[in-house]
């Protein structure tokens, strides 16, 4: 599948460039999220009269809808912004991190960090996520010295106060941890109802354990549970040995929150109940607890 698919000019955008990209920004459109919702989007622009524009929407479907080259100048950043950003729209609500990651977020964020990725190596930018300072020294360090990378709306507002914006998307709960590993080509894992997932919460920015501040967790989809970091060691390597590598892997990510824990290994905490399909969390562990036997024996 291409990563975008071109949707004809909006109303109003720039032909043209007077500076080269150093960077793509983010934003959410605040609307409506899911399959057409970057159909919708383009359209509107094409009929809108406020003199707004982006480079791409995306959304939970994909492939990427782009309706501005790169070359040249969409509306959507004012004036620092737009002249040395590619924008990408993402059809998105303001929501709280574990809504980020429910099924339909976390598509739309696979499809946008592909896309970034794209751009990032169409132009040459860093993949990097950029501060508000490295963001306005995108536009105002000397030539040679100005940094690349990735930003979103809130970091263009921050970072150029002299442009009057306002605009704070991506707002408080994205989640950028999760995303950049995707721009990076690491997937963050989902857990099914027929795998055993081990992860550690608030761990390090390349997932090593922080003394003090990582919880371990263990889920199979259904159910979740918090245990000790020899636990879930032990516990991962008995799958491994029973079922075979596709049964157990281990996610990393930074937001210790109950919410964040069941958005990703488990929805309904371990204890309260069953459903779904597959083996069971009880069922997983007992044959984790039965192959640690057979290879403590062999």
Known sequence: MSVAIWVGYPRSYTPGRNRPVQYVCLHGTAGNEGPTAAENGAAYDKTRTDGTS???????????????????RAHCALFHGNEIG?????????????QWLDPVSYATLVTTAALTREICQRHGLALKLLTVEETRAAYYAPVGQRPTGITEHARVTQAYPEDGGDHMDLWDGFPWDVFMKLVAGEPQRRVGDDMLMVA????????????????????DGIYHRET??????????????????????????????????????????????????????????EAARQGAELAEDS
């Open 86 to 98: 590619v924008h990408i729209e993402i059809c998105a609500l303001p929501q709280t991190r574990a």
């Open 54 to 72: 982006c480079h791409y929407f995306t959304d939970s479907a994909g492939p990427a809808l782009q309706e501005v080259p790169d070359g040249d």
């Open 200 to 219: 550690k919460s608030g761990a390090g920015l390349n997932g090593e354990t922080v003394p003090g501040h990582t919880r371990w967790w263990v889920g």
């Open 228 to 285: 000790d970091e020899s636990s879930a060691n032990n516990l991962i390597g008995a799958i491994r040995n029973f079922y075979g590598d596709p049964r157990a892997a281990i996610l990393s990510w930074g937001d210790t929150s109950p919410e964040a824990v069941q958005a990703v290994i488990g929805s309904i905490p371990a204890g309260t109940g069953g459903g779904g399909s597959g083996p069971s969390f009880a069922t997983l562990v």
